[in-house]
């Protein structure tokens, strides 16, 4: 009989149901990163303010991450991930009810937009642990690199149709939202095996206790350490450039449809990305795979030569095209090193640094783009991606990242 680690990953039931749960998923968020922004401009036609919906969601991932990670190392992970799905579902379809009715205030936008963020944090605090149960520890990097994929290729398709459907009626994007979320929770519920280990003893330890523990973890390891820190900064410009392109397209008067292509163009590169990280993986170093992405992000210095928003979405296609690469280095580092006990904490401690001043981005760049002009805001974010290029370079910790030839499932 094969063993686990001989058995492909496209012939893991589990494995694949939990992919296409998420593909379905994340297809329906893709379409409304567009939809959100377009509805507030629609509404308010402030950028600042669409720029706070952005941080509403953020600000919930961030603020709900640490304890999303302590219910799922308690609670059972499938139902927790099942239950975050579904008010998610709840959220999203009011607003298009709300839509419908035309009852859309603007306070309403970043309430669901938090409630979302809300549900993200506990889904994917149990999701970590959830793929670890599917996915034996050497196929754990390849298992990342597929949900990069699967995350570009949705990210392709996500944002053109969310920018259509929003052409032919505002609530449409949310409608599909909504019924994305119920599909993932359909492919849950059909998925056989538990997403904890079963005799895992319940840590009833305090509170505090139990967070210390998975921060200690996380902290004890440099490079798991180092890596959040960098790729959380890293956070800030990311969803600031995606918000400055839907904005800037916007006001050089293209269709919503035509804004969501360009968006569409990143989803594009990392699924390019994606096809090749095995590749990159074989043929670099891990740590030129990580320094890399740092190095993409400068690029969209070129928008201050020439000022179109054609050239700003092209000129984030490199980052893109190396993230899969990266994030199959650091997220199967980190899957392998972590034990399932403290599965949820970690991961959760690390979301709660990566994410610690994701929510800024959009922010920050809505209020540039309200008050200065745009070769401002782009200058800016170029700036702040260049410091962290040099800034990881120079990192001690990032020298001897694990090797993925070796790593095995932490016991």
């Not at 580092?333 to 959760?348: F, I």
């Not at 290029?389 to 932490?410: E, F, Q």
Request: hydrophobic residues 55%.
């Amino acid at each position: 009989m094969a063993s686990l680690t001989e058995v492909p990953l496209r012939r893991n039931r589990d494995f694949v149901l939990l992919q296409v749960g998420q593909l379905m998923s994340t297809a329906g968020s893709q379409s409304t990163v567009i939809a959100y922004p377009l509805l507030v401009l629609a509404v308010t036609g402030s950028p600042a303010l669409a720029g706070v919906v952005g941080f509403a969601r953020s600000l919930a991932v961030t603020v709900f991450a640490l304890p999303a990670g302590l219910a799922a190392d308690r609670w059972n992970r499938r139902t927790l991930m099942i239950m975050a799905d579904a008010v998610s579902a709840a959220a999203v379809a009011g607003l298009a009810v709300a839509i419908v009715l035309h009852r859309t205030v603007f306070w309403v936008i970043p309430v669901v937009a938090f409630v979302e963020g809300a549900g993200f944090a506990l889904f994917h605090a149990a999701l970590a642990g959830a793929l670890r149960s599917v996915v034996p520890g050497p196929l754990l990097p390849a298992a990342a690199a597929v949900q990069s994929g699967r995350k570009a290729a949705v990210s392709l398709a996500g944002p053109p149709l969310g920018g259509a459907l929003f052409g032919l009626g505002r609530a449409f994007p949310f409608v599909f939202d909504a019924v994305s979320y119920v599909a993932s929770v359909v492919s849950l519920r059909l998925i056989r095996t538990p997403f904890q280990n079963a005799d895992r003893e319940v840590d009833r330890a305090p509170l505090r206790t139990r967070l210390a523990e998975g921060f200690r973890f996380l902290w004890g390891h440099k490079f798991l350490r180092t890596c959040a820190i960098m790729f959380g900064l890293g956070n800030f410009c990311g969803p600031a450039m995606v918000f400055a392109l839907v904005v800037l397209g916007a006001r050089q008067g293209l269709s919503s449809g035509v804004v969501g292509v360009l968006v569409s163009l990143f989803g594009a590169g990392v699924l390019v990305g994606s096809m090749v990280s095995g590749f990159v993986r074989r043929s670099l170093p891990p740590r030129a795979v990580i320094l890399l992405e740092f190095w993409m992000y400068p690029v969209c210095a070129v928008y201050l030569i020439w000022p179109n928003v054609f050239v700003l979405a092209a000129s984030m296609l490199p980052a893109a095209l190396v993230i899969p690469s990266t994030d199959s280095v650091v997220h199967g580092s980190r899957y392998a090193l972590t034990p399932d006990r403290l599965m949820g904490r970690v991961e959760s401690v690390h979301s709660s640094i990566a994410l610690l001043i994701a929510p800024l981005g959009p922010l920050v760049a809505g209020i540039l783009l309200d008050t200065a002009p745009d070769r401002v805001t782009i200058g800016f974010l170029a700036t702040v991606g260049l410091v962290l290029a040099v800034s990881s370079t120079l990192s001690p910790s990032l020298r001897h990242p694990p090797d993925l030839a070796t790593l095995t499932k932490a016991e």
